[in-house]
Structures are given as structure tokens and as C-alpha cells.
């Protein structure tokens, strides 16, 4: 079965500085990958998604996520983190084979300081 | 609409109460998805409807749970005879087509929370 790991619950970064989010995983194949991310009271965004081809993805809101298969990982990064990018953030596996139905990780709470 | 809607937004019931949260998809949307997202942790699948259809129902965690799409648009999530494990949130998403004919991005209404007391 399919899981994800994110290993930080909370990260705080100051505004302007760069950013990572963690994010490990565990699939027998290839895995579809995708980060999304919740506002307060808003439902799940999708930011980015890896399916083949190209390891770094870019996504909207100037975030982007590399691939790496030798350490089962897909990082999210931003280079300069904004006030309105705090929020949670989710990294999730879709099974190959047609389903696409993301397995979800816990979540990492963004938070940015002025 | 331009979104997904879901209603009511927040829901509170006491223990063994029935409960109905309604989930407007976006219009020409076929793919219908439930989640339950527990506090502090991310959405899991509950089921998922194709048109009418109800193509997976896996992810449901008891015979108390039930989900309907009747005419293929609107669709209603049921718990019946409420516990306090089920407080959470309900996200809706839908997408324009299933899967297997290629991936298409799912779109997430706002959740209903739902407190059991």
C-alpha cells in the first residue's frame, strides 16, 4: 500500500526567506505525486504534480518539487516565502494504474513571521 | 457555480443523531470524491462516484456511512446514528472525468465540519 510521510508538522520561516517542505514516500512503482495546499476554511488546492519526464516541477504560486527516486522523496521548495503562503501543506501519492485517488500525508503548518 | 459548494458548512449533532451533508460539484464535472479529514491530519478517501455510478466505496469505515449521487450531479453524504469519531471535516471534490481516461485535477469544495457531541 501507499503511504506518505511528512516529517515536519510545523515549519515557520521568516518572510522572504526560502523554503522546503519534506515529504517521503512509499510506493512498489512509480508514483504519481502532488503537493496541495489548505487555507483556513478553504478546501485543498493543488500546487504542482509529477507523473514522469522532467523531476523538478514547477507549480503555481512560484512554489516547485524535484523527484528524487534513489531517496523515495518530493520536496516542495519556494525561494522567497510571502505572509499569504502560510497555510498547510499536503503531499500526496496517487496509485499508478488509473485511480489517481491521492493518499494524503499528515500535513506541514506553514507559518511566516514579518 | 465556480466552485464546489458543500452545505452546510458547519454541522453540529449529538451522539445517534442522523446526519445529511450535501455536495455541489462544479457543473459538468462526472467525477464526484468524498474525503473525511480528522483534526490535525490529512483527507482520506471515502468514496467516489462516476456519474451515478459509485465506482469505490473502500474508504467508507462503517455500514453507518452511506453516499449518493442519484441524478449524477449533487451528491449527499449520510452518517447514520453519529459517534463522536466521526467529528471531522467532509471534503467534496470533483473532476471532469475519471480516471483511466487520463488524469484531470480535482477541485475541493470548502468541507463541512462536523461535530459530534
Known amino acids: 500500500a501507499q503511504s506518505v510521510t511528512q516529517p515536519d508538522i510545523h515549519i515557520t520561516v521568516s518572510e522572504g526567506a526560502s523554503l522546503e517542505l519534506r515529504c517521503n514516500y512509499s510506493?512498489?512503482?512509480?508514483?504519481?505525486l502532488f503537493w496541495y495546499v489548505q487555507s483556513p476554511g478553504q478546501g485543498l488546492q493543488l500546487l504542482l504534480k509529477?507523473?514522469?519526464?522532467?523531476?523538478l516541477v514547477q507549480g503555481i504560486k512560484g512554489f516547485e518539487a524535484e523527484f528524487k527516486r534513489s531517496q523515495s522523496s518530493f520536496n516542495l521548495r519556494k525561494p522567497s516565502v510571502h505572509w499569504s503562503d502560510a497555510a498547510e501543506y499536503f503531499c500526496?501519492?496517487?496509485?499508478?494504474?488509473?485511480?489517481?485517488?491521492?493518499?494524503f500525508g499528515r500535513g506541514t503548518s506553514l507559518i511566516v513571521h514579518p | 457555480g465556480a466552485g464546489v459548494s458543500q452545505s452546510p458548512r458547519y454541522k453540529v449533532a449529538k451522539r445517534g443523531q442522523d446526519v445529511a451533508l450535501r455536495c455541489d460539484p462544479i457543473?459538468?464535472?462526472?467525477?464526484l470524491f468524498w474525503y473525511q479529514q480528522a483534526l490535525g491530519q490529512g483527507p482520506e478517501f471515502l468514496t467516489y462516484?462516476?456519474?451515478?455510478?459509485?465506482?469505490?466505496k473502500s474508504g467508507l469505515p462503517s455500514d453507518r456511512f452511506f453516499a449518493e449521487r442519484p441524478e449524477g450531479s449533487v451528491s449527499t453524504l449520510k452518517i447514520q446514528r453519529t459517534q463522536q469519531e466521526d467529528s471531522a471535516v467532509y471534503l467534496c471534490?470533483?473532476?471532469?472525468?475519471?480516471?483511466?481516461?487520463?488524469?484531470?485535477?480535482?477541485?475541493f469544495g470548502p468541507g463541512t465540519r462536523l461535530t459530534v457531541l
Open positions: 471534490a470533483s473532476s471532469l472525468r475519471t480516471s483511466g481516461g487520463g488524469y484531470n485535477e480535482q477541485f
Open positions: 510506493y512498489g512503482a512509480t508514483p504519481y
Open positions: 509529477y507523473f514522469s519526464g522532467d523531476t
Open positions: 500526496a501519492v496517487g496509485a499508478t494504474g488509473g485511480s489517481y485517488i491521492p493518499t
Open positions: 457543473s459538468g464535472h462526472v467525477s
Open positions: 462516484f462516476q456519474n451515478e455510478a459509485q465506482l469505490d
